[in-house]
């Protein structure tokens, strides 16, 4: 099947900058990854594991930078 929808879009004559001539590009310069992704049955078509897993380092930086950036932007708007 996977061989079959790509020989279906290599038929396919669309010009470049419509939406089916990007969606076409798109298809095909994602088909290594794509085939990569069949032939191993242990990645994931996603990465939502691993955002989830860092999002509360992101939160805590963004805190801390909140922190220490408030009483700085406090002083520029005094001094104006």
Same mark, same amino acid.
């Given at each position: 099947?996977?061989?079959?929808?790509?020989?279906?879009?290599? &038929?396919?004559?669309?010009?470049? %900058?419509?939406?089916?001539?990007?969606? #076409?590009?798109?298809?095909?310069?994602? !088909?290594? *990854?794509?085939?990569?992704?069949?032939?191993? &049955?242990?990645?994931?078509?996603? %990465?939502?594991?691993?955002?989830?897993? #860092?999002?509360?380092?992101?939160?805590? !930086?963004? *805190?801390?930078?909140?922190?220490?950036?408030?009483?700085?932007?406090?002083?520029?708007?005094?001094?104006?």
């Amino acid at each position: 099947m996977f061989d079959q929808f790509y020989n279906w879009i290599e &038929g396919i004559a669309a010009l470049p %900058n419509t939406l089916l001539g990007k969606a #076409i590009h798109y298809a095909k310069s994602q !088909r290594k *990854y794509l085939a990569r992704y069949l032939l191993d &049955g242990r990645l994931e078509i996603s %990465n939502n594991r691993a955002e989830r897993s #860092i999002k509360p380092f992101v939160i805590g !930086r963004n *805190y801390v930078l909140t922190l220490f950036m408030l009483p700085n932007i406090a002083e520029v708007g005094e001094t104006a």
